[in-house]
């Protein structure tokens, strides 16, 4: 009898977000600009996406460009964040996209707002303007490119917000394959990078050729492909959003190990603020869900 090699699934989510944790790093590695950086590393990640999904159909509709557009503004905004302010600047800021799905949701998909999640949105958005203090220039980045960066860092957090919420809309979860929005995302991005690599064509180097495969190939690709399969073995939703964290956490400290690049103070303590805050809210929507179906047992 031969030993399973399988991977437990939950292992499987967490290889994902360690992929996705590298984002960073690669994106600071190369010497060409953002739009070039977005456009070879969606335009890679599409056709990595394509040849694992295909099967399930890659049928368009109005839907899935939506959803498909709200992707391409996360991918878009994160890139020219990196390159633009500090690694975790750009992290931390878009993870406040449970601010927005907590403030849209009920008038989206009707769900309930409740005083906890007041409570969350808060305490988020004060941890959020930590990072718009000590805005001098950190390394060879500028002011006002960091400020600039910033914004876009919160732009990604708003399409990530829209985007999550859109996918758990009945019409996307009707869809036979859940990569649709990712397929047709990247395939967006490239489609809107192709004016400024016209006017701006890039030159890259072999490093920045390897740096722009791995991230789409594995950092989007096969990340997205072993976080769905471990979602579809069985992992719960719970576990891979906590599990989820792992990214706004690790990003910066590679960065930081491999590149050098540090954040200020105040990016750490509002990160903190904003992780400890989602993380809190959703174990205890977690509990409150599993009390409310057991009341309902009774």
């Known amino acids: 009898m031969t030993k399973s090699t399988k991977f437990p699934p939950i292992i499987l989510i967490l290889f994902a977000v360690l992929l996705w944790s590298t984002g960073g790093l690669f994106i600071k590695m190369t010497t060409i ?13 599409a056709l990595t996406v394509a040849a694992f999904t295909y099967k399930k159909g890659l049928r368009l509709d109005k839907f899935t460009l939506l959803t498909a557009f ?50 969350t949105v808060v305490i988020c958005l004060a941890g959020m303007s930590l990072f718009f203090f000590e805005e001098q220039g950190s390394g060879n980045l500028l002011a006002s490119n960091i400020f600039v960066g910033n914004i876009a860092a919160l732009a990604s957090g708003v399409f990530f ?17 859940p990569a649709l929005s990712v397929f047709y995302g990247n395939i967006l991005v490239v489609v809107f990078m192709i004016p400024f690599l016209i006017q701006n064509p890039p030159e890259p180097s072999s490093n920045d050729l390897l740096a722009i495969v791995f991230l789409g190939v594995f950092q989007i690709g096969t990340a997205y492909i072993l976080f769905t399969k ?53 174990l205890k929507q977690n509990r409150s869900r599993i009390r409310s179906r057991q009341e309902k047992m009774l």
């Open 70 to 119: 709200l992707y391409a503004g996360t991918l878009s905004c994160f890139v020219y964040a990196n390159k633009s302010t500090t690694a975790a600047n750009a992290i931390f800021l878009q993870y406040t996209a449970p601010i927005y799905i907590l403030i849209l949701s009920p008038f989206v998909l009707k769900e309930k707002f409740h005083f906890s999640d007041l409570i």
């Open 33 to 45: 600009d953002a739009f070039a950086v977005n456009a070879g590393r969606s335009f890679l990640a």
């Open 161 to 177: 917000g829209l985007y999550f919420i859109f996918l758990r809309h009945p019409r996307s979860l009707s869809n036979r394959n």
């Open 230 to 282: 471990g979602i579809s073995e069985g992992v719960r939703s719970l576990d891979a959003s906590i599990i989820g964290y792992v990214e706004p956490l690790l990003n910066p400290v590679w960065v930081f190990l491999f590149i050098g690049e540090r954040p200020n103070k105040w990016a750490i303590i509002g990160g903190a603020i904003i992780i400890g805050a989602v993380v809190f809210h959703t």
